[in-house]
């Protein structure tokens, strides 16, 4: 009986440490877009740390704009993923398509997205 006690106790503190890690990573990643932005704009690599200057930024913006615009983001790059994934399914040919032609247009698509929505910010 010790045992399945624990066992419940267990599962409960590391399902509220994985959701807790969950919600930081959001947090983190939210201000961390702009924080890139603002360091590749100003060309200095505080300019990455300056919280108040970062949460200026997105303010301007729009809290729910960027918000949801974030949103839409994480949706399109799902979208990638899920292309990818399924490109690779062909022998050979589709890694290669894969490392040559979705990752880098992903990740193209993404920054620009960060930099546009940067651009309206300042």
Do not use: D
Not at 82 to 91: E, M, T
Not at 100 to 119: C, E, K, T
Request: glycine letters at 14%; aromatic letters at 12%; zero cysteines.
């Amino acid at each position: 009986m010790i045992g399945s006690g624990a066992s419940v106790i267990t599962l409960l503190t590391g399902s509220g440490l994985f959701l807790l890690g969950v919600l930081l990573m959001i947090v983190i990643s939210v201000i961390a877009n702009m924080g890139i932005a603002n360091m590749a704009h100003t060309g200095k690599l505080g300019a990455a740390f300056r919280f108040g200057e970062i949460l200026r930024i997105i303010g301007s913006i729009g809290w729910g704009r960027y918000i949801i615009w974030y949103i839409v983001l994480i949706v399109i790059a799902m979208l990638f993923s899920v292309v990818g994934v399924l490109v690779q399914f062909i022998p050979i040919l589709g890694s290669l398509a894969y490392i040559l032609v979705i990752a880098p247009y992903a990740f193209i698509f993404q920054y620009r997205a960060i930099g546009l929505i940067y651009r309206e910010g300042i």
